[in-house]
């Protein structure tokens, strides 16, 4: 079984979204958590709480930066701790023992660092927090605080890793599925060649015994070797350089046949085109019709271009757009359009497909047979 492709897999995609969501959503809390707690902050102690709020700000900026960008975890979890250690160490404020403000930003931040990092650096940071807390509060709400925020941080976690392994499971069983398909596809392909070539043999060397046997004493042995001769070249591929299945065609009119049913207004391009064996020509058809239904489907344009040339004894074939493009190594390995019914066919008959674009720039699909 192939591994799954890092950036198509449900589990890579959930980890890839956690990374990018948990800063931001962190940000956010934190700032409705302060403003609450600002409210709380008595009038002589306004102007530090109003420092503090800024400091929160700042560190939902960096939060909801870094979910933009993709990176800087590193620099999110030094404002993660920087907040929490700030208004942990001005809790006397309010009077009590506990300061909501300092517990809810310490709790919200350890749930979320569950999701971010992994133990090996979110259990260490949250026991730091909780000891500056303690340090702070003193060690009377022990048999409260650390209770809770055990609990809290166990779920978060335990949440983290189930979602985890469904995207695991989920993956390996669309790897499954993509496995049975290509062995019941290889199967069938099989099956189709051996009937065909049982076909090619009946048309050929069984026909020959026939009238070998039927009419032995009027057949002349000079025909009858030139018959045989015939059928072994076309078996073994000697004919004409043409395989067992093939006969030389001309691919210009086959192709122009794909592009008169398809829905796009293709310009077609050709010059200098050799013949090729018919099944080579039929998987350029089909890989043309399949990179024509992609143009129609999501490049977004009605139009394309169908360049059709010889280079010696080479055949390429490029079908270019100008949509909205996309990025290949994106393509999760469930959609088949193009490794199945491009790539692995051109590669099927000696051939080679290449798929070049990026976001913004169109596609280009550039079929070459044979390849050197």
């Not at 050709?270 to 990179?291: C, G, K, M, N, Y």
């Amino acid at each position: 079984m192939s591994p799954i492709s890092p950036q198509g897999s449900v589990e890579a995609r959930f980890l890839a979204s956690a990374h990018r969501l948990v800063p931001p959503v962190r940000g956010i809390a934190l700032v409705v958590i302060s403003t609450f707690g600002l409210l709380a902050v008595p009038d002589e102690s306004l102007p530090l709480g109003f420092a503090l709020f800024g400091l929160v700000l700042a560190g939902a900026g960096v939060d909801c930066w870094v979910g933009f960008r993709g990176r800087g975890a590193a620099l999110s979890l030094v404002f993660a701790v920087l907040r929490v250690v700030a208004v942990c160490a001005t809790q006397e404020w309010t009077g009590g023992p506990l300061n909501l403000w300092a517990l809810n930003m310490l709790t919200t931040t350890a749930i979320t660092l569950q999701w971010e990092w992994p133990p090996v650096v979110a259990v260490p940071v949250t026991s730091g927090l909780f000891a500056v807390d303690l340090a702070a509060v003193g060690t009377d709400v022990v048999g409260t605080l650390l209770p809770r925020l055990a609990f809290e941080c166990l779920l978060a976690r335990l949440g983290f890793v189930l979602l985890r392994q469904s995207g695991r499971r989920v993956d390996e069983l669309r790897e499954r599925r993509s496995a049975l398909a290509r062995a019941e596809a290889a199967s069938l392909a099989r099956h189709r060649q051996e009937r065909e070539y049982l076909a090619l043999l009946h048309d050929t060397a069984a026909s020959t015994f026939l009238l070998v046997t039927v009419q032995a004493k009027e057949t002349d042995p000079e025909a009858v070797a030139e018959y045989a001769r015939h059928d072994l070249a076309v078996l073994t591929g000697a004919a004409g350089g043409a395989t067992a299945q093939d006969s030389a065609v001309d691919l210009t009119a086959s192709l122009r046949a794909v592009v008169g049913r398809s829905q796009l207004a293709v310009d077609v391009r050709t010059e200098d085109i050799p013949l090729v064996p018919a099944s080579v020509a039929l998987a350029f058809v089909r890989a043309v019709r399949q990179a024509l239904v992609n143009v129609e489907r999501h490049a977004g344009v009605d139009t394309a271009v169908l360049s059709v040339r010889g280079e010696g004894d080479r055949v390429v074939v490029v079908v270019a757009d100008r949509g909205v493009g996309f990025r290949p190594e994106g393509v999760a390995r469930s959609r088949r359009g193009i490794r199945s019914s491009v790539v692995e066919r051109m590669a099927a008959v000696g051939g080679r497909a290449t798929i070049g674009s990026r976001p913004g720039a169109g596609a280009t699909v550039r079929l070459v047979w044979p390849d050197e």
